[in-house]
């Protein structure tokens, strides 16, 4: 069983995206239901990094990321305080990125998205494009709940019992030289040039 989850997880050992949450409050107000949906990769990563919790702690959440699923219930919450009906779709890993989903999945989505009006995309451009392309033929209206904010690097480190965590590296970029990435400046969106 270890091993299993080691090999799921090991195929990502680094995180593309660095993500964080953006003001989505002008762009729902005007709604009554809306369908949250959240990539299983970055947004987790990102939110995991800025909340320094774990990725995944398995006996208490299995595939769960805890920062993702307290973001993802903050803004239901601010939500159905305005009278907007909520409900969340994700597909969890070891499912692909969602800029990855087959047609299958995005069946599976259009199958959910039908009973909104709007549909909030956690996770990049390219999957907001993907679930745009998912509902072209709805009438939901998509809108991206986070926004780029470069790129990170991190390793996967397995602690007892069972619990993944992300450890961040110094990025090299040929314009800028040596970038480090620590957890306060993840927080902040910014990034400290190595001396």
């Known amino acids: 069983m270890i091993f299993a989850v080691e090999s799921a ?29 959240s990539c299983p990769v970055c947004p987790a990563a990102s939110l995991a990094i800025i909340k320094k919790k774990p990725l995944f702690e398995f006996f208490k959440h299995g595939f769960k990321t805890q920062a993702l699923e307290d973001y993802i219930a ?23 990125l969602m800029c990855l989903w087959t047609e299958g999945q995005r069946r599976r989505l259009r199958q959910r998205a039908k009973y909104f009006e709007a549909v909030l995309v ?12 998912a509902l072209k033929e709805t009438d939901c209206l998509v809108f991206q709940g986070m926004q780029e904010i470069g790129l990170a690097n991190a390793t996967l480190k397995l602690r007892s ?22 957890q306060d400046n993840i927080a902040k969106g910014t990034e400290e040039q190595e001396s």
């Open 9 to 37: 997880l090991s195929w990502n050992k680094t995180m593309p995206i660095r993500l964080e949450p953006r003001d989505i409050t002008g762009d729902l107000a005007n709604f009554d239901s809306v369908l949250i949906v």
């Open 74 to 96: 903050s803004i239901r919450e601010m939500l159905e305080q305005r009278n907007i009906q909520t409900d969340s779709f994700t597909m969890r890993v070891p499912h692909p």
């Open 122 to 133: 956690l996770g990049c451009h390219s999957a907001t494009h993907t679930a745009k392309d």
């Open 161 to 182: 019992p069972m619990t993944v965590e992300l450890d961040t590296h110094v990025l090299h970029n040929k314009h800028w030289g040596p970038r480090h990435i620590s």
